[in-house]
């Protein structure tokens, strides 16, 4: 938790000087909506009740689990420009999916069933047989960036580079089962609040390439490519840990300045 005060913290106060010096230099501005995705790969965390000895596919060590998280996400933002244009600040909200499931893959074949623990009441030891267990964990982010224009304000075609930084806040989860034998779907609710449950709270920040194509005081798109070296909390997932990845975000930026003559 300490992590999590020390980031929101320090992402606070650079973001109120930013916003301070904008102020002061009366530099425009714009308010745009954004959309990506990311693909995380890291660690499988394999749940205690899967019975990874007694699976009929002998699986060890996780490495035949899945060992990825795939992020959807959409937002708002706010944008100010200031140091003569090439300096950029951002704010804003966004909701964003991470989602991942528990499955195996055996010599390339997805979804290879496995022993799931589903109660055990002294000597007597209950196991499913189970394909899958997918888990949609659903947030909202407040993302704090910081960008330089490569190139001025006068170019239609501006390369830039960006840090950028989210904190996110779990709002709802998510769980469906898929059985080995259909006859068990019966059982799928009772497994499904058996998984294992998400943080409330996860954060991670991201180095950017990207560009942007309009002229000053018009509509502008950006296209960029991120990169997510770790996540701040010890898991992005509870199905995965030590992740780091990749992913691709598009924007789109109405200014909310008239002109200057």
């Not at 007694?54 to 060890?60: G, L, P, V």
Request: contains cysteine; proline residues 4%; aromatic residues 16%.
């Amino acid at each position: 938790m300490k992590n999590w005060k020390k980031t929101v913290i320090i992402c606070g106060l650079i973001s109120f000087s930013c916003l301070l010096h904008a102020q002061e230099a009366k530099i425009s501005n714009l308010i745009g909506v954004e959309g990506g995705f990311h693909v995380l790969i890291g660690n499988t965390v394999i749940p205690d009740r899967v019975d990874q000895f007694r699976t009929e596919t002998s699986i060890k060590g996780g490495n035949l689990f899945n060992n990825t998280i795939e992020v959807y996400y959409a937002g708002i933002k706010y944008e100010q420009y200031f140091s003569e244009k090439r300096m950029i600040f951002a704010a804003g909200l966004r909701f964003s999916q991470f989602s991942s499931a528990i499955h195996g893959i055996i010599d390339s074949f997805d979804d290879t069933p496995y022993l799931w623990l589903f109660r055990e009441d002294g000597a007597y030891i209950d196991y499913l047989e189970v394909k899958r267990i997918t888990q949609n964990d659903n947030y909202l982010g407040i993302p704090l960036e910081w960008s330089y224009l490569l190139r001025g304000s006068d170019a239609f075609f501006r390369p830039y580079v960006k840090v950028g930084v989210v904190v996110n806040k779990l709002l709802f989860t998510t769980n469906s089962v898929e059985f080995a034998n259909e006859q068990m779907k019966q059982y799928a609710d009772a497994v499904a609040k058996q998984a294992p449950k998400p943080n409330s709270f996860n954060s991670y920040f991201y180095p950017t390439f990207g560009f942007k194509l309009g002229k000053d005081h018009y509509i502008w798109a950006d296209m960029e490519i991120q990169y997510l070296p770790f996540n701040m909390a010890k898991k992005a997932h509870p199905f995965i840990s030590n992740s780091s990845g990749i992913g691709l975000q598009w924007s789109l930026h109405i200014p909310l300045n008239k002109k200057s003559k």
